[in-house]
T-cell receptor
Framework: GEDVEQSLFLSVREGDSSVINCTYT??????LYWYKQEPGAGLQLLTY?????DMKQDQRLTVLLNKKDKHLSLRIADTQTGDSAIYFC???????????FGTGTRLQVTL | NAGVTQTPKFQVLKTGQSMTLQCAQD?????MYWYRQDPGMGLRLIYY???????DKGEVPNGYNVSRLNKREFSLRLESAAPSQTSVYFC??????????????FGSGTQLSVL
């Protein structure tokens, strides 16, 4: 079945770039998403990329997709303390017609 | 605009007790979902309702029941709570169920502890 994997934890210093990685198994994935969960809150959609794209940029966020390796990354430039959260990768798989979420990566931003 | 509202935010139950988690959305979405979030396991789908009047099982439905009361409301019931059901529960809604590009909108969650 579909599987989405992420590392559990990432720590960066304020002002540095953060790169959060995700791998997925469903080769028929058509949309890939990044959701952000702040403490005590639900998930909010950050950005998404269609599978025929390699890159998408949205202000400080850059999403890179390597479809051959089934690898997705989220780069946050100039990371701020307000970026501290759990980031979930999710893929919409054509074979399952549903969203599958990864385990989430907790980003800690230190001063 | 409230979005997706869940109640209660926190609940402690004893093993064997029952309770219902409430969810309402004001975005006129057709589809609604219940997920549970456990450490190291991401979000797992419990039940979903693709449209008013329909409900279907997700990955982990055992021990739960749902009711789609109307287009706005989707409740999750634990008939006889077990410690394994200690988790954070999220309700979500969307208007593109099962379709490419689906985006989910989430409530703020219910933290449930079963002792």
């Amino acid at each position: 079945g579909e599987d989405v994997e992420q590392s559990l934890f990432l720590s960066v210093r304020e002002g540095d770039s953060s790169v959060i990685n995700c791998t997925y198994t469903d080769s028929s994935s058509t949309y890939l998403y990044w959701y952000k969960q702040e403490p005590g809150a639900g998930l909010q959609l950050l950005t998404y990329i269609f599978s025929n794209m390699d890159m998408k940029q949205d202000q400080r966020l850059t999403v890179l997709l390597n479809k051959k390796d089934k690898h997705l990354s989220l780069r946050i430039a100039d990371t701020q303390t307000g970026d501290s959260a759990i980031y979930f990768c999710a893929e919409w798989g054509g074979t399952a017609s549903k969203l599958t979420f990864g385990t989430g990566t907790r980003l800690q931003v230190t001063l | 605009n409230a979005g997706v509202t869940q109640t209660p935010k926190f609940q402690v139950l004893k093993t064997g007790q029952s309770m219902t988690l409430q969810c309402a959305q004001d975005m006129n979405h057709n589809s609604m979902y219940w997920y549970r979030q456990d450490p190291g396991m991401g979000l797992r789908l419990i039940y979903y309702s693709a449209s008013e009047g329909t409900t279907d099982k997700g990955e982990v439905p055992n021990g739960y029941n749902v009711s789609r009361l109307n287009k706005r409301e989707f409740s999750l019931r634990l008939e006889s709570a077990a410690p394994s059901q200690t988790s954070v529960y999220f309700c979500a809604s969307s208007d593109l169920w099962g379709r490419v590009g689906e985006k989910l909108f989430f409530g703020s969650g219910t933290q449930l502890s079963v002792l």
